[in-house]
Each structure stands twice: as C-alpha cells, then as structure tokens.
DNA sequence: TAAATAGTGTCTCTCAGACAATATCTT
DNA sequence: AAGATATTGTCTGAGAGACACTATTTA
C-alpha cells in the first residue's frame, strides 16, 4: 500500500524540494502579434542572429520576470518591441511543452496572441532592431520557422479567427472608429474568405455592438460614396470587446 | 541605440543562461478528472494532507519529468489515479503563472481537463490513498479549494461544455454503447440544464455522428420503453470526437 | 390501468446566404 | 457620364425551440 503516511508526491516532494538539486526549467512567454495592412494579416517577427535557428524567423520571446505572470510578460513584449503604448491587450494561447523543442535547455514556452491596432492604415512601428519585422502571414505558410513557433503562429490565428464570430475583437485591429467596410476587410483577411458587403453590414450591425460616430470617411482610398464611421458600443470593460449577439459565423 | 551587436534580449540571455544563477521555476501538470454518474457531474479531488492549503481539495497535480511533456505528465497522473487504463485522454486547458499561486516557491502550473467514462453507470475507482476522491461539481461551486483550483476546475467545465457543442465528446463519458437519453444527461449535466428529449433526438441523430447496434437497453432502471443503443460513427482517429454538423448549440 | 420513458410530427420564428436594386461619390 | 463603393431590400432554405401525440414497457 503506497503513501502509508498520507503525503501524496507532489506534497512531499515540494516539502524536500531543493532548487539546486534538479535542473531547472527556464520558463518563457512567446507572442504571436498580429495586425492587418490593405486587406492582409501580418505577425510581428524577429530574425534570428545565432544559434540555434539562425537566420530563421521566430515569434518575439522572453523569460518571465521573477514576480511578473506569463501574461504580464507578453505585454511587456509587445512594448518594448512596437511604438505601442501601454495598451497592448494580449490573451493566453497554450503552452509548449515539447521536452526538445529547445535544443539547448528544457524551455516551456507560454506563447499569446495580441493584436495591434492600424493606425491611418498603416502597420506600427517596430523597434528598429534590425531584426524585429512584420512578415505577411501568407509568405509564411509552409514555411521554416525557429523552434516550434509555425505551429504557435497557426494557433494563434485559428484563436483570433474563431474569437471573431462572437466577440468584436475585430476591431481591436483599427483605429477607435472605423467604417464598416473597413472592419469586413479584418474578418476577410483572418478568415481568408471574401464576405458579402450587404450580408456584412446587416448582420454586424443587428449584433448592436457599435454605434455610429456620424462621421463619414472614405476608406477605399479612391471612388465611392464615403461610408458611415461606426465606434465599438462600449459595455464595461475596455479591454473586453463587445459579445455579438447573434453571432458572425464562417461557413 | 541598443542592441547595436545585432543579438535580442533572449538570444544573449540563453547564451549565457546558467542554471545555477537563476532561481528556478518549477512546472507541474495539474488535471481536472470530469465524470457524469446519474446525471451529476464529478470531478477527482486530492485532500490536502500537509501544508499548504492542508485539508482543502485540491485538483491532482504532478511535477513534469524531465523527459516528459506536460500532456504525457497529466496522462500519467490519470492513470496513477485511477483503475482506467492507458487510454485516457486529456487536453491542455491553460497555465496559471501568477508569482504567488503557491506560497512555498514559483510554481506554473499547466492544466488539463480529462474525462473519465462512467461503466455500468459506475464513477471509476481511484487509488485507495485515502485522499483521492470524486467529488460532486455542484458542492464545490464557491467552495474553498487549494491554490487557484477552484478557478482550474471552473475553466475546464466551461471548456468541455463549449466542446460538446461542437463535437462528440460527450460520448468520453460513456462506455463505448449508449441510448440517447444516457448522452443527453450527460449534456445536462455538464451544461446545467434541461433539455427537451424529442429535440435533442432530432438534432444529435442530424448531425450523423451516430450509428445504431441494433441492441436495445433500459437505461432508466425502472418503467418506460428500452431504447435503441448507439455508438459514435468510428471517423479516422478514435481519440478525436466527431465533428456535429450542424452543432449542437446551449441556448 | 397508470405512469414513465422512447420516439415522431408539426408549427413558428430567426437567421444565413444569394443576389437584385438603389444611392452616393470620385475621376 | 462612368465606375466604384455604400446601403437597403427580397427571397429561400435550414435549423432551433415549443409542444402535441403515439408507442412501448413496467409497477
């Protein structure tokens, strides 16, 4: 009969752990931060300079802080490696956990998705590193990447795909207001389909999470009539999009 | 300018990365263990023997081996604890990282959710340690539990409750056969509400997920019709559920 | 026979998608 | 005026939920 004293093994063993005993686990935050240009989705990528994987693309990464969360991390990455303020939002992806995916050191990486707002249609600006770049998600389908980060880049977009038939995060990708045709070019790009300008525009706007500006605004650059500007309805939390209801599903 | 040499923050840290001079992070696997007995749904517990936390429940809970992914280390600790065999599968939920989650040392923690199937309208057995348990979900909503499990365990119901509206996982909680109305407690169970039986009938044999045996069962124990029995329709890999379409969505 | 469960049918309402039609604006 | 975009409207079919009704079996 196992555990006569009635201490499991996790409680002994914490109770006899002693760090310099077992080799440590280093413990990283990763960031899959994307952003959408003219119709296209972009992730914020760093050339790698050395060993291993060198010359290889991977996503922005770095060890947590010894009094900082994983998520707190994140945040922090997206700030030093963009012109963004503070206000990066960034929301837990999943863990990788592969005991060779560094061939280094044990490294668990907690990898997150953020998105970046465009301002003026353009992409923000990133630290002029000389290796912290956006890379057109398309250009990197199929493509190697460092470490396992191909696979965490299409997690990550599989979340904020599926994030976008329910919520307004959509427009966590554009300026506080932005038009309707702006916001379908969003779904179309990270859905990778073409949507039905009529179609769109009914069924965003009865989902009664935005509100007209009543400005106008032409956003297609060239002809057209200038369409209404539309601002997130605000509920609440800020940093929490709106719940659409009833819901914008993919086919 | 920084980083005039070329090399990012966590290139050179790695590079110089030397176990000793860091504190540590240790990495467990924590798991919640869900089951359906009469319609009421359970999870495996752990009292807590020893400090901290000692006498509160807790989730199982178990250091990842150093050659061991925290999938395989959560699969291990199911088997551990209870009579089921190698075949339990389990799902990455979500790593909890906050700095002070446990009082003794920096301790990230990457649950999992399980589903344990209920035999002969039986919960499993577990380990006979005198603290491993099934304990009803519906006592321990705002229970005290240890560490952050209670917010773990609330988690991972909702994330095997939005599953089942999409695909077969219901079924894990079942043996291999089943009538339709022992798939719909289990969809009562989990999701907290009634559901009309004709409906759920229609809609779940819709999606052609489903296929019968032939056989007949009185799942009621006492009065009523036997009903038919089914399994899930085999689709290329057994431990992923099918695919309901059209899904079955919660109101 | 009464009661409980299994299974089917019907009706209504909402929503998605296809697509036509009109309005508005720039070149 | 021509061309492009914005916006509204119409039609059809699928599916959800409410609920009535029949069939089958045991107490």
Redesign the pocket.
């Known amino acids: 009969m196992p555990d006569v004293s009635g201490t499991g093994p996790e409680e002994s063993f914490l109770a006899a752990y002693n760090p310099a005993d077992h080799p440590p686990f280093a413990v990283t935050a990763d960031l899959a931060l994307l952003a959408v240009e003219r119709g296209e989705l972009f992730v914020l990528t760093r050339r790698r300079a050395s060993h291993p994987f060198e010359g290889r693309l991977g996503l922005p990464s770095g060890f947590l802080g010894e009094t900082e969360s994983a998520g707190e991390a994140a945040e922090r990455i997206a700030r030093e490696k963009t012109g963004l303020g503070t206000s990066v939002a960034v929301e837990q992806l999943k863990t990788y956990t592969a005991p060779d995916r560094d061939p280094r050191m044990r490294v668990v990486s907690v990898a997150h998705v953020g998105i970046a707002a465009t301002m003026n249609a353009r992409l923000p600006k990133v630290v002029a590193d000389g290796q912290t770049q956006w890379t057109r998600c398309a250009d990197l389908k199929g493509a190697e990447m460092a470490f396992d980060h191909a696979e965490i880049l299409e997690d990550a977009i599989e979340r904020i795909a599926s994030r976008m038939e329910f919520t307004l995060v959509a427009a966590r990708f554009l300026p506080e207001a932005f038009?309707?045709?702006q916001i379908r070019m969003v779904y179309a790009a990270v859905w990778g389909v073409d949507l039905?300008?009529?179609?769109f525009?009914?069924?965003i706007?009865?989902s009664g999470t935005l509100e007209e500006t009543g400005e106008?605004y032409?956003?297609?650059g060239?002809?057209?009539?200038?369409?209404?500007v539309y601002r997130p309805r605000v509920t609440g939390d800020p940093l929490r999009p709106a719940f659409l209801s009833?819901?914008?599903?993919?086919?």
């Open positions: 038009t309707l045709s039905d300008p009529g179609n525009q009914r069924k706007l009865a106008r032409l956003a297609s060239g002809r057209g009539a200038p369409a209404k009833p819901p914008l599903r993919r086919a």
